[in-house]
């Protein structure tokens, strides 16, 4: 099988929370164009779920793993007024800050307890962060306790992670299924990534 090399690799191979940190640190200038050359479409597969599951104005919304903001910057021009970003990487949420559409951007720990209230948020959007070396099923509790109930979860999720208990950790949780895509490739342009799914949830 083809492998990852340059930040792929580097971000793929992290093995603990701080190495993904200092890989997302480094690459986050180049971040944008390098997934751009890509063809990367997990932004554009979640934001499709999203407009397909969450009312219009609905707030506020999380972007969890907000990256640069390839995903949650385009929520206002959809119609939802508040957005705000986590994520583990500082270099990263710089870049994001620069596209000058989060309400709030804070350096959170997926996996760890979150910095916000009980239903505090009426949906929350993950792309490209359930993958091999980041967050896992681990981080679901923290990402129901704050959606509030009714509220939509969308998260796009490598297969193997979904099939090695993602799914059925997933199926423990108070959240219902609303639809699941078929597997594709989120990019297209590197021979070495694997499938992914997207999936969108009604926190119950
Ligand atoms: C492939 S990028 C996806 C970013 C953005 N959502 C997108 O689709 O372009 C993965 C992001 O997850 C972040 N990340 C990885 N592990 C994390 C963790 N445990 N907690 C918070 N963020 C994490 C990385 O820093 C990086 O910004």
Redesign the pocket.
Known sequence: MAQHDGHLGA?YGASA?EQ??AA?DAWAETYDAE?ARNG?R??AIGLALMARHLPRGAAPIL??????G??GSWFGLLGWPEVEG????EG?LAMAARKGAYARLTR????ETLPFADGQFAAVI????F?TG??GAE?LPELMRITRPGGVLVLTVKETLWQGGFAQALAAEPADLLEQTVPYVSMPGDPATTPSLALALRRR
């Open positions: 971000v929370p993904v940190a997302y997934m990367y997990h932004p972007d969890a793993g907000v990256g640069t390839l995903t986590i994520d583990i990487s990263m959170a720990v997926l996996g993950s792309t490209g962060v993958t980041h967050v981080a």
